[in-house]
Nanobody, 123 residues
């Protein structure tokens, strides 16, 4: 499956963004989906994940409350709504697809990755 992330940009602290990740090439509903991010100079970290039909989601503890993952299987797209953005949210955000398993917070359990979309939050 090919993944194309979009929706990043420059936003002021306190603002919101909705990131999108469009999938093509395979049956989208066969995949659990996840969002990860990599701040400048730091390791990649898990943000949120969602199961194949959107019925179950999981977010990193530090992300709960401001980050919401959702998906639309009819549009082959997974979303990440980010509210009340903070400068420390500045990162490249990546979407990932996991074939044949439940969602996961472990990056190495994902099979396909998008190219990333940059979010920059100014103070």
């Amino acid at each position: 499956v090919q993944l194309q992330a979009s929706g990043g940009g420059l936003v002021q602290a306190g603002g919101s963004l909705r990131l999108s990740c469009a999938a093509s090439g395979r049956t989208f509903s066969n995949y659990a989906m996840g969002w990860f991010r990599q701040p400048p100079g730091k390791e990649r970290e898990f943000v949120a994940a969602i199961n194949w039909n959107g019925g179950s989601t999981y977010s990193a503890n530090s992300m709960k409350g401001r980050f919401t993952i959702s998906r639309d299987n009819g549009k082959n797209t997974v979303y990440l709504q980010v509210d009340d953005l903070k400068p420390e949210d500045t990162a490249v955000y990546y979407c990932a697809a996991r074939r044949g398993g439940p969602y996961s917070s472990m990056y190495f359990e994902y099979d396909y990755w998008g190219q990333g979309t940059l979010v920059t939050v100014s103070s």
